[in-house]
């Protein structure tokens, strides 16, 4: 696992990364989900049993939320699914605000996903 984690570090750090993990921190993190967003976190596809535990289902909706305000968008369906392996670094006891600030990097890479 921590080979495939260099390996997507190399690819995804940039200018932002940084300051997406700071600002992922010091956020406030009281906020209300979208329906959408509620009605998908059930429906993860995964055979990690670790994403069906109710904190990283928590940690998931706080990294899929925060980015969404970031960015001035609205959750689209499919996001969850592009999150999911950004969270499981937190089984190698990553940060979230460095899961956060990888996804980001991913999204912003990656726009034609959500745009």
């Given at each position: 696992?921590?080979?495939?984690?260099?390996?997507?570090?190399?690819?995804?750090?940039?200018?932002?990364?940084?300051?997406?993990?700071?600002?992922?921190?010091?956020?406030?993190?009281?906020?209300?989900?979208?329906?959408?967003?509620?009605?998908?976190?059930?429906?993860?596809?995964?055979?990690?049993?670790?994403?069906?535990?109710?904190?990283?289902?928590?940690?998931?909706?706080?990294?899929?939320?925060?980015?969404?305000?970031?960015?001035?968008?609205?959750?689209q369906q499919g996001m969850l699914d592009l999150?999911?392996?950004?969270?499981?670094l937190r089984i190698q006891e990553v940060r979230?605000?460095?899961?956060?600030?990888l996804f980001s990097a991913f999204m912003r890479?990656?726009?034609?996903?959500?745009?």
């Amino acid at each position: 696992m921590e080979f495939a984690k260099a390996k997507w570090e190399k690819y995804l750090i940039n200018e932002k990364y940084h300051s997406d993990q700071t600002a992922f921190r010091i956020w406030d993190k009281r906020f209300a989900i979208s329906e959408i967003l509620a009605r998908d976190l059930p429906r993860i596809r995964t055979e990690s049993e670790y994403l069906h535990q109710e904190t990283p289902k928590k940690e998931l909706t706080l990294l899929i939320t925060f980015f969404c305000l970031q960015n001035k968008i609205s959750y689209q369906q499919g996001m969850l699914d592009l999150c999911v392996p950004f969270l499981l670094l937190r089984i190698q006891e990553v940060r979230l605000s460095k899961c956060y600030a990888l996804f980001s990097a991913f999204m912003r890479k990656n726009k034609n996903l959500y745009l």
